[in-house]
């Protein structure tokens, strides 16, 4: 298995770009695809994860590698179910968006080039951004709901027992039901896609290679 390794981080070369190729180190493998330094300095750019101000220069690359492998299987689930080919997927938006994370798509390319990567490297990532994303909302955001019950218990357990614990005045329930549904909302839709990558990850072989 060791040789098998060393192999692939030896020989590997980019594999989005076709020009310019470059030897590079695997910083983990989904499959058959390895997740390249390149990919790893490429989320960097445009923010895949949110940098916290705390975290070791280590730690921050770990976590965007985490983040790389995630999108990785995700993108991987969709493709090899067909349900890729299904989605409606808006490449352009997630494009600009990525864009203005970088600043703008003058300076992302010249750190795209620092980097030794192409502008389809870039497009590759939004692809699967969107996918993830286009699947996030047309197929798991439908299955979400939140009762009217949820919302009254999340009011007494989030702002009834906050407040009287601080002694101060209780807001009624109607000044925060929309701001307490969304809360809700978006915690069920998390814990959808967290199924969906536990159920992913299970008929994905993942092997990361760095720490």
């Given at each position: 298995m ?10 590997c070369?980019s594999h989005f770009a076709?020009a310019?190729q470059?030897l590079e180190?695997v910083?983990?493998?989904v499959?058959?695809t390895?997740i390249?330094?390149?990919d790893?300095e490429?989320?960097d750019l445009?923010s895949?994860?949110?940098r916290?101000?705390d975290a ?7 976590r965007?590698?985490d983040?790389?492998?995630?999108l990785e299987?995700?993108y991987?689930d969709?493709e ?9 997927i808006?490449l352009?938006?997630a494009l ?10 003058q ?9 030794g990567l192409v502008?389809a490297?870039f497009?590759?990532?939004a692809?699967?951004i969107a996918?993830?994303s286009?699947?996030t909302?047309q197929r798991l955001?439908p299955r ?5 019950d949820e919302?009254?218990?999340a009011?007494?357990?989030?702002v009834?027992?906050r ?5 101060q005045?209780v807001?009624?329930?109607t ?13 069920k839709?998390?814990d959808?896609i ?12 993942v092997t990361?290679?760095?720490?």
């Open positions: 060791w040789i098998w390794r060393l192999a692939v981080i030896c020989l070369v076709l310019d470059v180190e910083m983990a493998v499959d058959s390895p390249l330094h390149s790893i490429l989320a445009v895949l994860v949110e916290n101000p070791t220069v280590d730690d921050h690359r770990s965007l590698l983040a790389r492998i995630r299987v995700q991987r969709l090899d179910s067909g349900t890729l080919y299904r989605l409606d808006d352009e938006r600009d968006t990525l864009v203005a994370r970088a600043g703008n798509e300076l992302l390319r010249a750190q795209l080039e620092d980097h502008w490297d497009e590759e990532l692809l699967r996918a993830t286009a699947f909302e955001r979400v709901s939140v009762s009217l919302v009254r218990t009011y007494e357990e989030l009834v027992a407040h009287k614990s601080q002694d005045t807001p009624p329930l000044s925060v039901h929309d701001d307490l549904y969304r809360l809700l909302l978006e915690r839709l998390n959808e967290e199924r969906w990558l536990d159920s992913a990850t299970e008929r994905h072989d990361r290679f760095v720490r």
